[in-house]
């Protein structure tokens, strides 16, 4: 696996950031607006067209107790709608927190002007990509 295209699904703005399983980093990429959860499905086809990803991860939102929300099965769907449409493996990654700690990391790069919509969502869907690849990678075992 080398590249990993992750989303923050929203009803109305999908985060979307590209990882490398190699240097087990990602980048944000321009947010998708979507109409009740429903993106749009061309700009993704663009985007799997550019980046060839090998796999992809959705941000599965859940309640701080780790049970399920409204927007839980929101988010299932899409990631089932991806994988029909474009036939590549899809993981759920839990993203609680995630736009929390996208908004501080915004912040701190350039206060309150960084703080827009889409930049939030993507730099979610950036931690989503991060967490999944720290979580999916083979670590280093220094032990004997």
């Known amino acids: 696996m080398s590249t990993v295209i992750g989303f923050d699904f929203g009803t109305k703005s999908i985060g979307v950031a590209v990882g490398q399983t190699i240097t087990a980093t ?12 429903i993106p749009d499905w061309q700009l993704i086809e663009k985007l799997f067209a550019e980046w060839q990803p090998e796999q992809l991860v959705v941000g599965l939102p859940l ?8 927007l ?3 988010a299932k769907k899409f990631g ?3 994988h029909g449409r474009f036939g590549l493996p899809v993981a759920f990654q839990d993203e609680r927190l ?3 700690s996208a908004r501080e990391s915004l912040f701190a790069e350039g206060g309150f002007r960084k703080l827009k919509k889409g ?3 993507s730099q979610a869907a950036l931690i989503i990509v991060e967490d999944f690849m720290n ?4 670590k280093s075992d220094n032990s004997l």
């Open 26 to 37: 990602a980048s944000p990429l321009a947010a998708i607006t979507a109409k009740e959860g």
């Open 72 to 74: 839980t099965q929101k």
């Open 80 to 82: 089932n709608r991806l």
């Open 98 to 100: 995630t736009s929390t």
């Open 135 to 138: 979580g999916y990678l083979p």
């Open 63 to 70: 309640n701080m107790d780790g049970t399920e929300q409204p």
């Open 119 to 121: 930049a939030v969502d």
